[in-house]
């Protein structure tokens, strides 16, 4: 019978939970996820693997679940009153395109979602889909406030800063920095948002 058959799942919560939570982060950015083991996670977070699989049923809950709580300060979204604002707010800072541990982990992710279908299904679903909901919902706000072009395509415009300065990241080597993702925002993200999609004449 495994940890998860028993019947009984109590939850971990608290300090408790976050330390675990943490302790994977570190792990998956050490090794990546094929060689993340709950045996790992439990070792690092000074627990029982037990105690892992009575609050996640297995690693690719795990893994989203502390990657969803780096990410949980970028969460929801962000109301300063401008889009510029507001994707800056959303896309630096603790779990932001600058954080240094959320690229690391980010690459690790990227690896495995195309190696490991079930893992490319929970995050997707847990952690990806959220965040489309929190993107699309700083550019309808902004559209409402006429910032972006009625006709303007949310579902190409939304994940393209992250796209431009993922690639700048991974690809190039240059570093993220909220100068990096402002730039992007100035001369790409803004402009296409408030101009929308060109006339096309052929």
Sequence with gaps: MTPTETGTRPRVAGERELEILEATLEVLADVGYDLLTMDAVATRAKASKATLY???KGKPELVVAAVTHHHATT?????TGTLRGDLLAAYCGQGGLNDTQAQSVLAAVVTAMGRDPEFAEVYRRDFIRPKIATSRAIYER???RGEVHPDADLTILGP??????????FLLGEPVTPELVGRVLDEVILPAALNGPTSRTD
């Design 142 to 144: 902004a559209r409402a």
């Design 160 to 169: 393209s800063l992250a796209g431009i300065v993922l690639h700048r990241a």
């Design 54 to 56: 009575r609050r996640w």
């Design 75 to 79: 969460s929801s979204a962000p109301d």
